[in-house]
């Protein structure tokens, strides 16, 4: 709009903001003098909105002290929108009061007045959207779409409905509509439940080794986390008590207790033979198991670096020239028992060694060095023993290492639980086992 007054010559130019429902936005009113011959002076600009789109606009109006010849003023106003407002395009109107100098800047003359529309849109809004939950780090998923894990903050979600969904291992997954309103913080909080049981286990006496489905746990008491829903044994070994077995059913979310009550182990009767006395039938005993333990010492005494090269020699002629491969592989294999027993007896004369001078020693530096030593020595002959299949062996072994070294020792307590359990119900080391405690010796031998 334009408005020829005497000598100056006012143009107006309002904007069409577009405006989210719930927020804000600026209207801005540009007021330029176009003729040249003269100047305005105070200039007021009043903006009035349709009180249909219930929204308001401020402040009331805006003034400046003079408009120069070929110069402009801009003048800015900002419209609220409540989040009730109706969408649509609404119209307001612009009125323009000044006044003006005569020729030559002689006299002042006014007030004189323009008046026009400008036009601004209301749209839909947009609002944020706060989320935690227990426990926290749950995948969140807003209408299908990942955005982050809790807790979480998410902006400029458009109003209306929309479908939060949440995601985390061991729990079920959780899914709920929200309704986000214009320009508003919307709160979700929530606790996930499990979609997994707990089995608390205690005994009495104890610490006992626990087993869940003849899967080692721990030691008693223990908390089994992270159990499936269903049927499962919860097995108990103490020694010297008869083992607890007990079949228990959980569902998801379930925090239940197996409290163990052992039972002492019967002792082994003396068998009666007529005509003899308890005290004679102990004896034969006796002797039957010392004749026991001596023929495999006998038979697992080994001779001397030169046999052993011997055999050696004897074994490549004869991969050179096989006639039975059945017979050749027993005998290679029971050379290889006899090294390994060689082995055996250096290294443990070797720490019996490294023992006698760490009991002079005086020097810090060199404990240290025997103390490694020492430690190295063991780490060797655990793996001499597990060769061996000599369990009793590695469960001695074992002990010294934990003895010994400040790391891993919940994954020694681990192996020599293991190493019991082998003993107590005579289970070979299974390839499996070996390679782990392998890993685990060298671990700790390269600390």
Do not use: W
Not at 209 to 214: C, E, G, I, S, T
């Amino acid at each position: 709009m334009s408005a020829e007054m005497g000598n100056p010559n006012l143009v107006v130019y309002p904007d069409s903001p577009t405006i989210e429902r719930g927020s804000t936005s600026t209207l801005s009113v540009s007021v330029q003098e176009i003729s040249g011959l003269d100047y305005a002076y105070g200039v007021v600009v009043t903006p009035t909105i349709a009180s249909s789109s219930r929204c308001s606009i401020s402040p009331i109006s805006r003034t400046t002290s003079r408009i120069s010849e070929y110069s402009s003023s801009t003048f800015y106003f900002t419209i609220s929108a409540p989040a009730d407002a109706l969408t649509g395009t609404y119209t307001g109107s612009i009125r323009v009061k000044y006044y003006e100098t005569g020729a030559m800047g002689l006299g002042n003359y006014g007030p004189y007045y323009e008046s026009g529309t400008f036009s601004f849109t209301l749209i839909k809004g947009t609002g944020d959207l706060s989320i935690t939950s227990n426990p926290s780090q749950a995948s969140v998923y807003l209408d299908g779409n990942s955005r982050g894990k809790t807790p979480l903050k998410i902006s400029d979600i458009k109003e209306g409905t929309h479908t939060v969904s949440m995601k985390k291992s061991g729990y079920k997954d959780y899914s709920t509509q929200i309704s986000i309103a214009p320009g508003s913080l919307k709160t979700l909080a929530t606790t996930l439940a499990k979609s997994t049981a707990d089995i608390k286990v205690s005994s009495t006496p104890g610490p006992a080794n626990v087993f869940l489905d003849d899967i080692y746990k721990g030691i008693s008491p223990v908390t089994i986390t992270g159990v499936s829903p269903g049927k499962h044994n919860v097995k108990l070994v103490y020694e010297g008590y008869d083992d607890y077995l007990k079949e228990v059913s959980v569902t998801a979310g379930d925090v239940i207790s197996v409290d163990a009550s052992l039972e002492k182990s019967l002792p082994i009767p003396i068998p009666k033979i007529p005509g003899l006395s308890n005290e004679m039938v102990i004896g034969i005993i006796g002797m039957l198991l010392l004749i026991g333990i001596a023929i495999p010492v006998v038979l697992k005494r080994k001779p001397n670096r030169s046999h052993y090269r011997d055999n050696a020699a004897a074994s490549a002629r004869r991969h050179q020239n096989p006639i039975d491969p059945d017979v050749s592989d027993k005998r290679d294999h029971e050379e290889e028992i006899g090294v390994f027993e060689y082995e055996k007896i250096k290294i443990l004369t070797d720490i019996e060694g490294l023992k006698d001078t760490l009991a002079k020693s005086r020097n810090g530096e060199e404990t240290r060095k025997l103390q490694k030593d020492i430690m190295d020595k063991s780490i060797n002959l655990a793996q001499v023993n597990v060769q061996l299949q000599d369990k009793a062996g590695l469960l001695e072994s074992l002990e010294a290492i934990k003895r010994n070294s400040p790391v891993h020792l919940d994954e020694l307590i681990h192996f020599i639980v293991q190493t019991e359990h082998m003993i107590k119900y005579e289970m070979p080391m299974t390839p499996k086992f070996s390679e782990s405690l392998s890993e685990l010796l060298n671990q700790i031998i390269q600390r």
